[in-house]
């Protein structure tokens, strides 16, 4: 029988801790809420009543349920106010001297049987717990920002933490209507040990210029669908923190070379730019605290460009793609391949309003991808996404081909045919004799370089990556791949044509994975290895990831439907590029794939898929 939590103690009220006692007072919980001096008790109780106001403001909230949660929380200055509580959660700034310090005075203040329990997100709570004389009672209650929408909470037992006491927070954890992963302490537990991997990945990513802050942004949101881009999180979790977090994951979790924060990170740091609450971080913001982004210097300037009806856009910002130019008059695409991406391209560019010369190996081939594009776009239809006239209009766009010598008069091809570097070497060889100069000659790899595409032709300036994600009529972006040899005519062009397309066109560097899969996938790889380890199960991971970050799918989910072969050749690719030892694949991974189960494809991965 799990004991009864009457009335509990929260210790820090900054945005966090005021959060935990909303949740707490909102769940009929008695709160006593404590702070180190009167001015910070008042922040807290404004952030308190702020939070709540706005509830009520929303409809979240009623008038009389807001009053009495407010009725239940008692603030106070000092620790001693907590002597007859039963549970403490501490919520103080991510210092472990401070947080020791804390509990041995709680051991002090609190009654014999009080469980004191720690907000910590990345120290040790096995360290914390033995400044008292009861580390069988200290227990990890890591809840999420902002805690009173958040529904994943993470419990961490240390080596000693009592099974009752265990028990005892999980049951609440139920009654307050959070979801909990019971985990052990290790180095940023599930959450934050996948998550800053990949926030550091990206901030390295913009410190090198290889990317800006906004494409790398928008490719996380729009490509994986991920509720914010890293850089922007980064600015809402504050640098500070985040500084803190990685560093500690560094010393704790094996010193991994990923984790160690990027110089960037500490620059800012210094130099005060903490993200929102100091109103400028990776994004300037219209004053401290708000989440109004204002221009800056780095804002990229938008241009109207001519572009067939007059639509499009060229960017200028610091980083790729930085060079103000004018794109060429794009009005007539060839296509070539017969693939599903091939298929959704050729559907993408004629429901827009080009013409399409769509090349394939013959005849054959050639009705199967009409049959395929008839197909989608008659369920627009049916969807009422598109009306009748359009998609005849759009089927009316697409000329069919079995030569290439029909590209020869195009403004720009864009090849879709297998992911094999000499197929594609061969068919830009061809693309180079037959079209005429100043053809965009684009291709939509997803992992091979461009630059030994672009290097097969006499014209390595007006190559680039076109990469499109499927279904490539409805997904919103397209990384755009810049080699050493792309001009800035090229890269503006590109851009221009994905606006038309009404896509968002991210500019990158030709690296392995571009921005989208160089981050994506060592996420991935990183949940395989933590499942390997058996620091937890694969529901569990999934569960922390989708409600503590709001990922759309969790790591294992997107695993399978990915495809586990598809994951390991891409982490492969990563891995020799870049030699990172962290990106080396997992064992596991790889031995899934030996046994063929690939995920959804073969009806199991990292599920089985047959029952279902």
């Known amino acids: ?340 991406m091939a298929t959704g391209i050729i559907e993408v560019f004629a429901k827009a309003g080009y013409e399409v010369v769509s090349v394939t190996r013959g005849a054959e081939k050639s009705a199967k991808v009409f049959e395929a594009v008839k197909t989608s776009l008659n369920k627009g239809v049916v969807r009422g996404k598109l009306s009748e006239t359009d998609r005849d209009a759009a089927l009316g766009r697409i000329n069919w081909s079995a030569t290439l010598e029909h590209l020869a008069d195009v403004d720009l091809v864009v090849e879709a045919v297998v992911e094999e570097l000499s197929v594609k070497k061969a068919l830009f060889a061809s693309l180079d004799e037959i079209c005429k100069p100043g053809v965009v000659l684009a291709t939509t790899t997803s992992s091979l370089p461009v630059i030994d595409v672009a290097m097969a032709t006499q014209r390595p300036a007006d190559v680039v990556g076109l990469h499109f994600f499927n279904p490539a009529p409805l997904m919103p972006l397209v990384e755009v791949v810049e080699t050493i040899r792309t001009s800035a005519e090229t890269t503006a062009t590109a851009r221009a044509v994905c606006a038309a397309l009404g896509k968002t066109g991210v500019v990158c560097g030709d690296r392995s994975g571009f921005i989208v899969n160089a981050l994506l996938f060592p996420y991935l790889n990183d949940a395989v290895k933590m499942l390997e380890a058996s620091y937890s199960t694969a529901d569990d991971i999934d569960h922390a990831m989708k409600l503590g970050c709001g990922y759309p799918m969790g790591p294992f989910e997107l695993l399978d439907v990915v495809g586990l072969d598809v994951a390991l050749a891409i982490q492969r690719e990563l891995y020799l590029e870049l030699r990172e030892p962290g990106f080396a694949p997992a064992p596991l991974l790889e031995h899934l794939v030996t046994a063929g189960y690939l995920g959804r494809k073969s009806g199991r991965g990292f599920r089985d898929h047959t029952r279902r």
Request: a negative charge.
């Open 1 to 340: 029988m799990a004991r009864e939590f009457t009335s509990v103690g929260v210790v820090g009220l900054g945005t966090m801790g005021a959060g935990i006692v909303e949740v707490f007072a909102r769940n009929g919980v008695d709160v006593v809420a404590v702070e180190i001096s009167e001015d910070a008790l008042q922040r807290g109780r404004a952030i308190l009543t702020g939070s709540t106001d706005r509830a009520v403001a929303k409809g979240k909230l009623a008038e009389a349920d807001r009053d009495a949660l407010l009725s239940r929380v008692r603030f106070a200055v000092g620790l001693d106010a907590l002597h007859s509580v039963d549970l403490v959660v501490e919520a103080v700034p991510e210092h472990l001297d401070l947080k020791q310090r804390i509990f041995a005075e709680l051991d002090r203040v609190c009654k014999p049987e009080a469980i004191l329990a720690t907000n910590t997100s990345s120290l040790s709570v096995t360290e914390i717990s033995v400044a008292t004389t009861r580390p069988n009672q200290v227990i990890g209650i890591h809840f999420f920002n902002p805690a009173p929408v958040m529904k994943l909470v993470e419990v961490v037992r240390t080596v000693v933490t009592s099974a009752d006491v265990v028990a005892d927070v999980e049951a609440l954890c139920k009654r307050l209507g959070k979801v909990d992963v019971t985990i052990s302490d290790r180095a940023g537990f599930i959450a934050n040990a996948l998550l800053f991997g990949y926030l550091n990945h990206a901030v390295g990513m913009f410190e090198s210029h290889y990317a800006t802050r906004e494409d790398i942004d928008a490719a996380m949101k729009l490509g994986c669908g991920l509720p914010m881009g890293p850089l922007a999180l980064m600015d809402l979790i504050g640098l500070d923190t985040a500084y803190e977090i990685l560093d500690t994951m560094y010393r704790r979790g094996g010193r991994d070379r990923r984790h160690a924060p990027v110089p960037l990170i500490k620059q800012m740091v210094t130099a005060g730019l903490l993200g929102r609450k100091s109103g400028r971080g990776f994004y300037t913001y219209e004053r401290p605290g708000s989440p109004v982004v204002v221009p800056d210097e780095r804002t990229p300037v938008v241009t109207e460009a001519a572009l067939g009806d007059g639509t499009g856009a060229i960017y200028a910002a610091g980083g790729a793609g930085s060079e103000l130019a004018s794109p060429a008059v794009v009005t007539k695409i060839g296509i070539v391949g017969s693939g599903t």
